[in-house]
């Protein structure tokens, strides 16, 4: 599985963006998928996960209520989508991909890494 993620840039607080992350190889739709992001400075950390189906998600208690995972799996694509965007958001954000566990918040858990996309939140 190769992973692709997009959608990063610039952006003011309060502000949103969205995140993608397009799959290649077989069987996307048994992947749990998720986000990770790495702030300047800082360790990598988990950020949202989402179960194969769709049907379950989780969140990093940071951006609860304010970031969306969801996947379509016809198109072998996770999103992330992210409002009300904080200066404390700012990272590089990872797709991840995980043949094995269920909604792990766990970086080892995670079989495949996308590139990374950079999300910079200015105040």
């Known amino acids: 599985v190769q992973l692709q993620a997009s959608g990063g840039g610039l952006v003011q607080a309060g502000g949103s963006l969205k995140l993608s992350c397009a799959a290649s190889?077989?069987?996307?739709?048994?992947?749990?998928m998720g986000w990770f992001r790495q702030a300047p400075g800082k360790e990598r950390a988990f950020v949202a996960a989402?179960?194969?189906?769709?049907?379950?998600?989780y969140y990093t208690d940071s951006v609860k209520g304010r970031f969306t995972i969801s996947r379509d799996n016809g198109k072998n694509t996770v999103y992330l989508q992210m409002n009300g965007l904080k200066p404390e958001d700012t990272g590089v954000y990872y797709c991840?991909?995980?043949?094995?566990?269920?909604?792990?918040?766990?970086?080892?858990?995670?079989?495949?890494w996308g590139q990374g996309t950079l999300v910079t939140v200015s105040s």
């Open positions: 190889g077989r069987s996307f739709g048994t992947y749990g």
């Open positions: 989402i179960s194969w189906s769709g049907g379950s998600t």
């Open positions: 991840v991909a995980d043949w094995s566990h269920y909604l792990t918040t766990t970086q080892g858990d995670y079989d495949y």
